[in-house]
């Protein structure tokens, strides 16, 4: 390669099918020619080509030899082998470290892809990392100068969520993780990072068993799966020689192996739309390497004013000078060749497409020792006085990081003083120090002989490290102060016993709430074990078991039995029933992609429901397929309940990862003793009400192009086939006055309306047994529909009533049917939508604290309210009592009135008879009538003017009371001693009511009788 300018080396490899593709029949879609990768659409067809350095063809056409190596199936063959890609690229990255080249190699591509296969491989299949370091010492053990010293320093790290782990210490990292440091020589380091000297590949061999143990194990205590976190490996070469001057001269190399995590997990669209999009650090890392890996190609490309973000994560920060600087960079881009992984493969070809773009300039690093050690003194000699001027200042400014680096540099120095041989010993008591209490060699003889079970992880690569073997007699599994701890979620201090008698092996959990699954089943009780027993602990701590040395066969095919196969038997028995999806759909139909985006989903979602019930979220999570308007299923939605306030959300799958990213970094802060934040506005688990589609129901059309009326009722079902509600429709043709038609009017040939107009009315009427208002009667529901391009139209909604009578009526004329619309309606179905409606929890709490402040005013006014209302009746009891007086005075009055009318009768018959007939007599008999007749009409007219004035505002308030009351009594806020009180209150106002009714009626009829009398008499 020459100097000046290295593009990154890419080059693309393509594994075989694993067992779940296999399953699901899936077809290849990648092909491979010379450098030539191409892709192939599976849904259309088309193609897509790219070039690389490399296209590596491992999917097929290999044979496994009696070790377990795969090799080409013949020599010709186009099957890459792990030596293949380490001879065209690990001996590249070894050339460069014996020249004095930094070099880098990665490896992206999505979860299960390969990157760990290339990079450190599997069994005896070992990747580029074990060869390359085993092919290092070949080379170091082989050197007869003497006068040249070959130092290798070994360190490996993970960051998981920003936060950077030393692999190869057992202790948790300090509180956020190890700490990034910049310094002018050696740029961004992370501080206290063990870097180990090895003095032979089974060192590092053992380093790296130590660190995946690590790794492992933080992984289950985190509840971070490690597909999600990236592995930095660093191989420091230095060569220390006398060059031809007969000076000592130092010539390294830092060589970076890194497998990245998962790249689905860098796309941020779940974000899209969501109310939280700030994303979790926990993709930070890889995004950040996306940005930047883009800028660079960009600036390769000759653009200007480019930003290259580098400190915009730990990873790129790092990685800086490997990525865009003095370093021969590699980038080994793993596919998975399966159609169902179309969309991911084309997007890592892509990004694969963009890296080959990049420069790089690397330059030898190589210095006389003196120099180097002469420059170090120097630096730290700055470093010195800017602390003490830093310090000298008044109010001094922070120097902690100037002191840092002073740090750095001293230990940096102290190593370079001592001898290699004094650095090694010092590793070797160091290592001894601190695999003491391992579970080193004693374990690794125990599990030959004794039974055991060993941890099964989502990345195969993590899975088998772990191993807890029984001996005779009990071993106690838990938290902690047990025999044996596993600090994986929903694991209780003292979780299940193990007892060996010699013979057989039984496990019983500790109480009720030790969640213990065997085989996909809970198990409560004391249960035998048999060997290859799927156990899961708690909500994800998932541990195959394996048997007495008995038991074991030769060749047990251990491998079946991994993260996938415990995923599909613990869906198939925790109420996930894919099965059931398959059949009710039909197997043919059934989307592949959606069964293994369902599977891959579901640990997903039973990790938050773990984290949810650990934080005490009181959300749960459940998986859904959502179908089409034929019923088949056609994307995965995730159902959220919360169980304290009844509150339902449904989100996509991808709102649901995206919120799974801050669920999991909000565990992460409560793991490192960060108080959990319960502001809504932060909380992944929460969000604000939506209306939830609750199910549909097909109304077919046909009738409609026949004139004929539909009038049915249909069961809404929800996603699960299970029934919502039943409602009521009528669809009816009609007039365009809304007029139904006539039965003469039927059609026998659609084809007859073409062009004539065409009315109807849709009616949406009784809805019944509702479901979601019965779970929770705060709720509501509304239905929607589309008729053909019609607008949307959706319904009142009514609340809080299991039965409802929508009543809604909406008449659809239009002026001419056309081909289409016939078309439409033999062909559709009118899909009516139920929504729910939820009152959000804000308004709920004003409610219920507004019923609260009105019961508890109600029980203190209602006592003041009623003593009022007591003076009130009191008042209209005397206001009657007095009505009654005038009444009965008014009565009087009419007596007397009558009295002189009868005696005025008498008179004037008794003048009659005794024939004192004279016209003045006639004539003043009548105008004594007269008067008599109209100085009573006049006092009676006045009298009841009166009165009436008098009794209508009396009966008005005793209307008002009594509805006051009753309202009073309806609202049921009341405790006994009021609510009788109140009764007799409304008894006795009922009373008076009556009475004065009774008055005013019973003078209305005198009055009337009277009234009468006078006419006939006049
Ligand atoms: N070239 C290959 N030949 C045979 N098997 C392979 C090959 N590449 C990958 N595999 C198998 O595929 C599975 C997944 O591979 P691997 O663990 O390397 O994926 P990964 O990309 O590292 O996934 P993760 O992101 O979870 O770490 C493993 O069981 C591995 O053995
Ligand atoms: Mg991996």
């Known amino acids: 390669m020459p100097a000046g300018s290295d593009s990154v080396k890419v080059a693309v490899r393509v594994r075989p099918f694993n067992q779940r593709e296999k399953n699901a029949g899936s077809k290849c879609i990648i092909s491979m020619n010379g450098q030539t990768t191409v892709i192939t659409n599976p849904e259309n067809g088309d193609t897509k080509s790219f070039s690389y350095d490399h296209s590596y063809w491992s999917h097929d056409d290999f044979n496994e030899d009696e070790d377990g190596v795969y090799h080409p199936a013949s020599p010709e063959g186009p099957y890459a082998d792990q030596k293949t890609v380490f001879n065209d690229l690990g001996k590249g990255v070894l050339d460069n470290a014996w020249q004095g080249y930094n070099a880098a190699l990665f490896a992206y591509g999505q979860t299960g892809s390969g990157k760990s296969y290339s990079m450190i491989g599997y069994g005896a299949n070992k990747g580029i990392v074990p060869i390359t370091c085993e092919e290092l010492f070949k080379v170091i053990d082989d050197n007869e100068d003497k006068e040249k010293q070959l130092q290798v320093t070994f360190s490996m790290l993970e960051i998981y969520n920003e936060q950077v782990r030393d692999l190869l210490v057992k202790t948790k990292p300090p509180h956020g993780g190890l700490k990034i440091r910049q310094n002018p020589s050696a740029g961004f380091y992370v501080e206290g990072l063990r870097a180990v000297p090895v003095r032979a590949y089974t060192e590092i061999e053992k380093l790296m068993e130590q660190g995946t143990i690590n790794r492992t194990t933080a992984s289950t205590n985190m509840n971070a799966t490690s597909s999600r976190s990236h592995m930095v490996i660093t191989i420091r070469f ?12 130092t010539r390294s190399s830092d060589v970076n192996l890194v497998d990245l995590a998962g790249s689905e997990r860098a796309d941020s669209t779940g974000a899209t739309g969501d109310r939280l999009k700030e994303g979790s650090a926990i993709n930070q890392s890889l995004s950040t390497l996306g940005n930047v890996i883009s800028a660079l190609a960009d600036l390769s490309l000759g653009k200007k004013k480019v930003l290259v973000p580098y400190r915009d994560s730990v990873l790129t920060k790092l990685l800086q000078s490997a990525l865009g600087g003095n370093s021969r960079t590699i980038m080994i881009a793993a596919l998975s060749p399966a159609d169902i992984n179309y969309d991911e493969t084309l997007s890592t070809l892509r990004y694969a497409d963009r890296a080959k773009k990049i420069q790089n300039k690397a330059v030898v ?31 001094g400014g922070d120097t902690s990081e100037l002191q840092k680096m002073l740090e750095e540099n001293q230990r940096r120095m102290a190593d370079m003083q001592l001898t290699w041989e004094q650095r090694l010993e010092q590793a070797r008591l160091e290592w001894e120090r601190s695999q003491m209490p391992t579970a080193g060699a004693g374990v690794l003889q125990d599990w030959q002989k004794l039974p055991y079970i060993t941890n099964v992880n989502e990345d195969s690569q993590l899975s088998g490290v772990i191993k807890h073997c029984f001996k005779e007699g009990e071993t106690t599994i838990g938290r902690s102060g047990v025999s044996v701890e596993i600090r994986g979620l929903g694991i209780l201090e003292h979780h299940v016993t193990v007892t060996n008698n010699g013979k057989a092996l039984y496990v019983t959990p500790t109480s009720e709430k030790a969640m213990l699954i065997i085989n996909g089943l809970r198990v409560k009780d004391k249960r035998q074990l048999c060997h290859m027993d799927r156990i899961k602990l708690g909500s994800s701590s998932l541990f195959l078991y394996v048997g007495l040395p008995s038991e074991r066969k030769d060749r047990d095919d251990w491998s079946k039995y991994d993260f996938d196969y415990f995923m599909m038997e613990l869906a198939e ?31 997903k979602i039973m990790e938050a429901n773990a984290i949810s019930e650990e934080l005490k979220k009181k959300v ?14 056609s994307d995965i939605i995730v159902k959220v309940l919360n169980t304290e306030t009844k509150k339902v959300w449904v989100w996509p799958k991808l709102k649901f990862l995206h919120r799974k990213d801050l669920i999991d970094s909000m565990y992460l802060s409560s793991l490192d003793g960060q108080k959990v934040s319960s502001k809504r506005a932060e909380d992944p688990f929460w969000d604000p009400v939506e209306d939830i589609c609750l199910g549909s129901c097909l109304v077919i059309l046909k009738s409609l192009a026949h004139h004929t009326e539909i009038d049915e009722h249909f069961a809404l079902h929800n996603h699960h086939g299970h029934e919502e509600a039943v409602v009521k429709v009528q669809i009816m043709p009609c007039d365009q006055n809304g007029k139904s038609l006539h039965e003469d009017d039927v059609i026998l040939e659609p084809t007859e309306m073409l062009g004539k107009p065409l009315n109807f009315v849709i009616k949406v009427q009784n809805v019944m047994s509702i479901r979601w208002v019965k779970e929770e009667p705060s709720r509501g529901i509304y239905f929607r529909y589309k008729f053909y391009d019609e607008k949307e139209a959706i319904t009142k909604a009514v609340f809080h009533k299991t039965v409802v009578d929508l009543d809604y009526t ?35 709490l004003h409610r219920r604290v507004g019923q609260q402040l009105a019961r508890e005013e ?39 009135l ?33 008067l008599e007749s109209s100085a009573m009409d006049v006092e009676l007219a006045k009298a009841f003017r009166e009165f009436f004035k008098d009794i209508k505002p009396v009966q008005q308030e005793i209307k008002d009371m009594k509805s006051k009351i009753s309202a009073l009594g309806q609202s049921g806020d009341q405790n006994g001693n009021l609510k009788s009180t109140l009764k007799s209150q409304e008894k006795s106002l009922n009373m008076v009511d009556e009475n004065l009714t009774d008055c005013v009626n019973s003078l209305k009829k005198s009055v009337a009788v009277s009234l009468k009398k006078q006419k006939e008499k006049k």
């Open 810 to 844: 909406m008449h659809y004329s239009i002026p001419k049917v056309t081909k289409n619309l016939i078309s439409y309606l033999l062909n559709n179905s009118l899909v009516l939508e139920l929504w729910g409606k939820q009152v959000s929890e804000d308004e709920q």
């Open 858 to 896: 109600s029980s203190e006014d209602l006592l003041s309210q009623l003593k009022n209302r007591e003076t009130v009746i009191e008042n209209l009891e005397s206001e009657c009592t007095d009505l009654r007086d005038e009444n009965f005075k008014l009565k009087m009055k009419v007596d007397k």
């Open 620 to 633: 749960k999570f459940e998986p859904m397929f959502k179908h089409d308007s034929k019923g088949i299923p």
């Open 898 to 930: 009558q009295q002189a009318l009868e005696f005025a009768k008498m008179r004037r018959v008794d003048a009659f008879v005794h024939g004192a007939k004279s016209d003045d007599r006639r004539k003043s008999i009548s105008e004594e009538k007269k």
């Open 573 to 603: 028995h925790e109420g996930v029933d894919l099965q059931t999806a398959k059949m009710a759909d039909g197997q043919d139909q059934f989307n592949n992609k959606l069964n293994q985006e369902f599977v891959d989903l579901l640990p």
């Open 365 to 395: 690093n190589e210095s006389p020792t003196e120099r180097l050690i002469r420059e170090l003194k120097e630096e730290n000699a700055k470093l010195m006085q800017l602390l003490q001027k830093q310090q000298g200042i008044k109010g």
């Open 238 to 249: 230095v060569q220390v020689f006398k060059n031809a001057m007969g000076q000592s001269n």
